[in-house]
């Protein structure tokens, strides 16, 4: 149930972007619905899964209200399939679903909860989320759940090294983990980082392409030609700021 379908995200005019940090191991991607990774950061998935580095997915919902034309209970297990599908492509294997409800995520203790239990169980260096301000830098209106999601996914990177913030984490095995030296958010308005996309460019197309019932949904254009162009635009506009060189963007947030 992404927002990013309007267009290039709106970048705030700044200084270059810097490369992303290299030096870690492994990754986790929480984000709030079956394909909001998809319209920004995948090509960066494939980059890294191809140098050998472990991505596990988070999704707070399956997305399931996220297509008029389906009930729920119908829509849900077709989008995590297309979720699954999807992070296949780009070398994910390990997609876990934390089961809140898709158009009413509410950030606070539960959420913050239920994604530092998930940091505490995958022990990542690097943490990736998606937009969590108000706009996608302008006009366009974010959406509630990637607001709650981002913003408690910031949260809850601190919240999984602390014992004495959910003590009950600790009572289900999940050892705190303050590990996590960086939160990158995708598709930001302020970004500060970027990866190469050129090597990943094709199997992010290729990964948002299996997102198909929601994309057919979404737009009568070919669902290709949807996926190449809004991808190759968005990596395109950030090479002005990269040298040159098409990349996706992250708002990096060291801790």
Request: glycine share 8%; hydrophobic share 40%.
């Amino acid at each position: 149930m992404s927002d990013q379908e309007s267009g290039p995200t709106s970048r705030q005019e700044a200084g270059p972007l810097r490369p992303m940090p290299e030096d870690w191991r492994r990754a986790l991607v929480v984000v709030a619905h079956p394909d909001d990774l998809e319209y920004g950061g995948s090509a960066a998935v494939a980059a890294w899964t191809d140098a050998g580095r472990e991505v596990v997915y988070v999704l707070a919902t399956r997305g399931e209200a996220g297509i008029a034309t389906l009930a729920p209970d119908v829509c849900a297990p077709l989008r995590e399939a297309e979720q699954r599908a999807s992070a296949r492509v780009v070398g994910v294997s390990q997609v876990e679903f934390l089961d809140h409800r898709d158009g009413v995520v509410e950030y606070g203790t539960a959420l913050r909860r239920d994604i530092a239990a998930a940091i505490r169980r995958h022990r990542p260096e690097l943490v990736v989320t998606l937009n969590h301000r108000d706009t996608w830098g302008g006009v366009a209106w974010n959406t509630p759940d990637h607001v709650a999601v981002g913003r408690a996914t910031l949260d809850a990177a601190a919240d999984a090294g602390n014992r004495w913030i959910f003590p009950e984490l600790v009572e289900q095995g999940l050892e705190p983990w303050d590990g996590v030296r960086w939160v990158a958010v995708a598709s930001s308005p302020e970004p500060t980082h970027a990866v190469d996309a050129t090597p990943g460019l094709e199997r992010a197309v290729h990964s948002l392409l299996e997102h198909r019932t929601y994309i057919e949904a979404l737009t009568d254009e070919d669902p290709e030609t949807y996926c190449r162009a809004f991808l190759t635009g968005n990596a395109r506009a950030a090479s002005e700021r990269f040298g040159g060189v098409p990349a996706v963007t992250f708002e990096l947030f060291p801790r």
